[in-house]
């Protein structure tokens, strides 16, 4: 949530440009107000506005702002609604001191109601301006001589909450003063030129050398050097270079990022499963060890997690295995010892309500397994065992590629977990794995090619709808879900999935001429059911819309029909049945008008509880 950039350099250019487009490539984050400030022959020059980057810099000439370091921000609104008040950066009385923040500040109208006490004036009804605020006041106090860095290291002390603060102070015009505590921020190293911002594919196009900053640490950056500290000790971090290209953060020639990502999925799975065998042979002695384990995500993520967790009560058929979406870990906390593993999703690796639970856990001494598509994010580091998907930088706030990845790698695990457990045989375990590795990559292009045209053909007739159903029974119910929450994120069509069994003790009700109904009907041992469950609703006279295979008799009961091939290995199911409905979701809000890459109120890494 809330995108930042600062850079600082000692080429000759202005940095305004590159911070401007930086933000662009931060926009999946919050684009309700956007601002830049700069200093320039030590004085400051901010402007900033309510609107999403193109407009405010349409409107203000943003990358047009002269200066060799700045910081610059594009928000999501926590504290006070989206204005050029509210818009950051925020300074502080004297206007030198200047402060960009994502996170929240939780004892802010304390910190606040101190300041204004001492004569303090404030311009926005935020929580970050407070910092700047507190940073004046620190370095105010003549009694005792400060370093801006003392000041700043005092100022943190004093706030609770989570932040990734970045800050210039017109006295110091080569410097960039950050923070991070939970909120992510990441460095980017060139030699005449440091940069910060909140991923990594907001510099990506100028540096691949890369520092994640952990939490509690602190860091100066100016064009030549980075200086980090936590509590006080210096820390020597190995920078990584990062595999992501500059075009991978880009469109590439297409309308949307969502649509880019939909059809790099081919090309993310298989890079995904290249997986290194001893990786997953240490995941799968770390489940068979635990007690008990506990899926923990949110949203896709979470989606995809339950689909580990059908696979999972398969294989390892009486170790208990839970399903927690990570905000309501709370209830299962008592679970959390040293005989439990936790599994945690999340493509971020930074969702504060997955790391919320997770500290507990390890406190506890559960050992954690995580999937994550950003390398040395929060959650990897808060795990023992990391896996990685290889689905480079995702933009569209609406997850697709990565939901597909982190399918195909718990498909992969539990293909282990098959041979491990006894399940089967050396000899079917390598056909299984074959065919899984090299069935992925083809059947999801072939799922694409033929049926993106049917998909946007479909957005033209329930475009007009204001609801739609998701239905779906056993393994297939993740992939309804997803469904929904697709169609209902981007498009804001009202969607809902439920188990297609229970769609009759209430849902139903709604029911009427045209209400769109999709069936999530592979032709398995629920293929009868699933016919049933399309009668009943096409007695009421819903539109049947059915995702399914071209044997299976609810093609004659349904009014459009998705066909996905039939697959060798079921495991792939999650990720074929999926397919048409990202594309339904796609097609559905490009005809609405919504721009699906950036859906109203939502943001693509929730760094809030
Ligand atoms: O980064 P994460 O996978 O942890 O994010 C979890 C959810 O916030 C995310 O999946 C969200 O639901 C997306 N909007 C889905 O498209």
Redesign the pocket.
């Known amino acids: 949530m809330c995108g930042i950039i600062a850079i600082t350099t000692s080429s000759k250019v202005n940095v305004s440009k590159m911070i401007t487009d930086g933000l662009k490539k931060l926009e999946y984050r919050g684009y309700d107000s956007v601002g830049i400030a700069t200093i320039n022959n030590g004085k400051i020059n901010i402007l900033k506005d309510a609107g999403t980057i193109d407009k405010v810099n349409n409107r203000l000439s943003l990358e047009n702002l002269q200066g060799t370091i700045g910081i610059g921000h594009t928000r999501w609104a926590t504290h006070g609604p989206p204005s050029r008040e509210n818009a950051h950066p925020h300074s502080d009385c004297t206007g030198n001191i200047i402060v960009v923040h994502n996170g929240i500040i939780e004892n802010y109208l304390e910190l606040k109601e101190n300041l204004l006490k001492k004569g303090h004036n404030f311009s926005s009804e935020t929580d970050s301006e407070v910092f700047a605020h507190l940073m004046e006041e620190e370095l105010k106090q003549k009694n005792h001589e400060l370093s801006f860095i003392n000041a700043f290291k005092r100022v943190l002390a004093k706030i609770e909450g989570t932040y990734a603060i970045t800050l210039i102070h017109s006295e110091e015009p080569e410097t960039i003063f950050l923070a991070r505590k939970d909120s992510p921020l990441v460095i980017g190293i060139r030699e005449d030129t440091k940069f910060a911002a909140s991923d990594i594919p907001a510099f990506l196009e100028y540096t691949k050398k890369v520092i994640v900053l952990k939490n509690g640490e602190i860091a100066t950056l100016t064009p030549q050097a980075v200086y980090i500290e936590k509590n006080g000790f210096r820390i020597q971090p190995k920078p990584v270079i990062v595999s992501w290209t500059a075009a991978s953060a880009q469109k590439s020639g297409y309308p949307h990022f969502m649509l880019k990502e939909i059809h790099e999925q081919p090309i993310a799975l298989r890079n995904t499963l290249k997986i290194d065998l001893n990786v997953i042979n240490k995941a799968s002695s770390k489940i068979l060890d635990a007690e008990r384990i506990i899926f923990l995500?949110?949203?896709?993520?979470?989606h995809a997690a339950l689909s580990g967790y059908h696979q999972f009560q398969r294989i390892l058929k009486k170790k208990p295995v839970y399903k927690v979406i990570a905000s309501e870990f709370e209830s299962y906390s008592h679970l959390f010892d040293e005989e439990t593993l936790i599994f945690a999703?999340?493509?971020?690796?930074?969702?504060l309500d997955?790391m919320k639970a997770l500290s507990p856990a390890r406190k506890l001494g559960a050992s954690i397994i995580s999937i994550?598509?950003v390398v040395d994010s929060s959650?990897p580091r808060l795990s023992h065992i990391s896996l990685y998907t290889k689905a480079g930088p995702e933009i569209g706030?609406?997850?697709?590629k990565?939901?597909t990845a982190q399918v195909s790698l718990l498909a992969r695990l539990a293909l282990q977990l098959e041979y491990d457990t006894g399940l089967v045989e050396k000899n079917e375990f390598n056909q299984n794995l074959e065919s899984l590795i090299s069935e992925i990559p083809q059947v999801t292009r072939s799922v694409i090619n033929q049926n993106e045209f049917k998909a946007k053909s479909l957005a033209s007739i329930i475009s007009n709808q204001n609801h739609a159903y998701f239905l779906a029974r056993g393994m297939s119910i993740p992939v309804a879900l997803e469904g929904a929450?697709?169609l209902k994120?981007i498009s804001y069509i009202h969607a809902e999935a439920f188990p297609a069994g229970e769609s009759k003790h209430g849902p139903i009700a709604i029911v009427e001429s045209m209400f769109p109904v999709i069936m999530i009907a592979p032709n398995d041992r629920t293929a009868k059911k699933m016919l049933s469950n399309a009668e009943e609703m096409r007695a009421r006279g819903a539109y049947i819309i059915s995702v399914t295979e071209k044997d299976h008799n609810i093609i004659e009961r349904s009014d459009y029909t998705f066909i996905v091939p039939k697959t060798m290995s079921p495991l792939v199911r999650p990720i074929t049945y999926v397919i048409p409905l990202q594309m339904l979701a796609y097609y559905a809000a490009v005809r609405r008008g919504f721009d699906p890459d950036k859906?109203k109120n939502?943001a693509?890494?929730?760094t809030v509880e």
């Open positions: 995500a949110c949203g896709t993520s979470y999703i999340s493509q971020s690796g930074e969702t997955v994550a598509n959650i706030v609406a997850a697709t990565t939901h929450l697709k994120e859906p939502l693509k890494t929730v």
